[in-house]
């Protein structure tokens, strides 16, 4: 059964940085994507991340860009989302993804339809 549990949230002032782990357990790491998501009260769940988990491939939101960065720890089979400069705006929900599918749905890597494996989600508060 796949297991994926969120570490790392919290609150800062804006301009502060904030890690976030995710760490997969009984999935097939190194085959395929994982993610963050956010999901502010109100709107969509959005993507923020992803990266694959054996090929390095990146993707990043518009909105994160420059800011934010995620890597692995493979040892752990963890992803990894550093957030700097961050914003009030950023404060939301955030989940961890990941998929094991063949195939895509075609609207892009952040499209949550792609993932089929969800950890129960770390606040991040950001104060103005």
């Known amino acids: 059964q796949v297991q994926l549990v969120e570490s790392g949230g919290g609150s800062v002032q804006a301009g502060g940085s904030l890690r976030l782990s995710c760490t997969a357990s009984g999935y097939p790491y190194g085959r395929n994507f994982m993610a963050w998501f956010r999901q502010a009260p109100g709107k969509e769940r959005e993507g923020v991340a992803a990266?694959?988990?054996?090929?390095?491939?990146?993707e990043y939101a518009d909105s994160v860009k420059g800011r934010f960065t995620i890597s692995r720890d493979d040892a752990n089979h963890s992803v990894v989302l550093h957030m700097n400069g961050l914003k009030p705006e950023d404060t939301a929900m955030y989940y961890c993804?990941?998929?094991?599918?063949?195939?895509?749905?075609?609207?892009?890597?952040?499209?949550?339809?792609?993932?089929?494996?969800w950890g129960q989600g770390t606040q991040v508060t950001v104060s103005s």
């Open positions: 990266i694959h988990t054996g090929l390095g491939g990146l």
């Open positions: 993804a990941a998929r094991d599918r063949d195939t895509w749905t075609g609207f892009g890597i952040l499209d949550k339809r792609d993932y089929n494996y």
